[in-house]
């Protein structure tokens, strides 16, 4: 059976991880609890490819425990019962090491079915997850463990691991390789962070190229490179935390008024077929971080959101790139967005009450109506078609939710219903 390359370069001590620096590096926190020999249930949460089973696997040599191994795509109940019927017995004399692989995909029963063990130390969880733990993990077992958030990969440390695999594998055949000049780093740059995916690039690109004759080198060409890993970077669930991190860095960017990376963001999401997410993002980017700076902006973007639609992909990309440039380029304004959220905290709180009378929709008074008449005032019936009366009810009666925005098209508006309101 093949072993993959990432698994037969795995590291045999802290020192050969590659990045990570801020947990394992020297006098760093997971670094010492490592080396004191006392380990804490642990939870590694971070991308795929960033070292958290190499570090597991590391971590279970240092004990004298049983090491258990499950993957939670694939274990179900009966695996964590014979791992509980082992407890006590000759095979785990001092406890089990238990690494749950992938914990987001056990349910909260089964993940409730180790609580008991964990507490009472017999069992000691090394969990691994690519989702966040505070939304997949049940919270008793969250809140006994020690969570350590494991992050990218740079392209400087993983084309020092591309750099080993090429050489490993050179070894391996007894040949030698030719590796054009920018292969390396394409690699590195290309495969978004995750180390063992720059590995399988690397055995791929050396698959791919011809076999030499005797006498002759494995030339690994920059162009393999990159056919193989065309893709590589794009890393995207529409599950997963990553689906949400690419569509809040979008939304920010566009409010952030930076066209360059609200362009690099649609671009991700474009690659990989999200466009239903691109342009809900973009409507509701329009209206509440444009607003009514712009108010222009909002049947501007839906024209250009209903012309993707309408063509498809490719061309989508086009409308698409036109509203999100517009969208960074126009005056900012949340202060509708403000006012609506405010209202309707104040609605949860119980802040309300009746309609005024006079905008009640009725037509006649009740027998037991002190005073007989709705009293509405028209406002077209009075100069510059404004009349003052009250609107809220009573209990808001002087609660102000808009206040106008410092942009050019708010401070009109401002300026014309003050005169008309007679307000300095």
């Known amino acids: 059976m093949h072993t993959p390359l990432a698994d037969r370069i795995r590291p045999v001590s802290l020192d050969d991880i590659v990045g990570q620096k801020h947990l394992i590096g020297e006098n760093m926190p997971l670094r010492n609890i490592i080396e004191s020999g006392e380990l804490p249930n642990m939870i590694f949460y971070g991308p795929s490819g960033t070292g958290k089973t190499t570090l597991a696997r590391m971590i279970a040599k240092k004990t004298d425990r049983t090491l258990r191994k499950l993957n939670c795509t694939t274990a179900g109940t009966q695996d964590i019962r014979d791992i509980v019927n082992d407890l006590n017995s000759f095979t785990a004399p001092n406890g089990i090491l238990l690494y749950l692989d992938e914990i987001q995909y056990f349910n909260k029963k089964q993940q409730q079915t180790l609580l008991e063990y964990i507490e009472d130390g017999s069992i000691t969880l090394i969990a691994s997850t690519t989702e966040n733990p505070y939304f997949y993990v049940y919270s008793a077992i969250l809140s006994r463990s020690s969570v350590f958030e494991f992050k990218y990969v740079s392209p400087d440390e993983v084309e020092n691991a591309v750099i080993r695999g090429f050489k490993l594998l050179a070894e391996e055949k007894n040949e030698v390789f030719d590796v054009e000049t920018g292969v390396t780093r394409h690699i590195a740059n290309a495969c978004g962070g995750d180390v063992r995916k720059s590995l399988n690039a690397v055995e791929l690109c050396v698959l791919a190229a011809k076999k030499p004759q005797e006498g002759e080198k494995r030339v690994i060409t920059l162009e393999s490179a990159k056919s193989l890993t065309q893709k590589s970077a794009m890393k995207y669930d529409r599950e997963g935390d990553e689906h949400y991190d690419i569509l809040s860095a979008f939304q920010k960017s566009m409010r952030g008024s930076d066209p360059d990376a609200a362009i690099h963001y649609l671009a991700r999401l474009l690659e990989a077929g999200d466009m239903t997410s691109a342009i809900r993002r973009l409507l509701v980017c329009a209206a509440e971080d444009v607003g009514l700076a712009y108010p222009m902006i909002l049947p ?125």
């Open 300 to 424: 501007i973007v839906k024209a250009a959101t209903d012309i993707a639609l309408q063509v498809g992909m490719p061309e989508a990309r086009l409308p698409l790139a036109d509203a999100v440039v517009l969208v960074c380029n126009s005056p900012k304004s949340n202060t509708a967005h403000n006012a609506v959220i405010e209202a309707m905290d104040d609605l949860k709180r119980g802040k309300s009450g009746p309609i005024p009378r006079q905008l009640q929709n009725m037509h006649y008074d009740g027998d037991d109506a002190a005073v007989k008449g709705q009293f509405y005032m028209y406002p077209h019936d009075y100069p510059n078609r404004w009349v003052e009366q009250q609107y809220l009810p009573d209990a808001l009666k002087t609660k102000q939710y808009y206040f106008y925005g410092d942009n050019k098209q708010e401070q009109a508006a401002k300026e014309y219903w003050n005169k008309i309101k007679g307000k300095k």
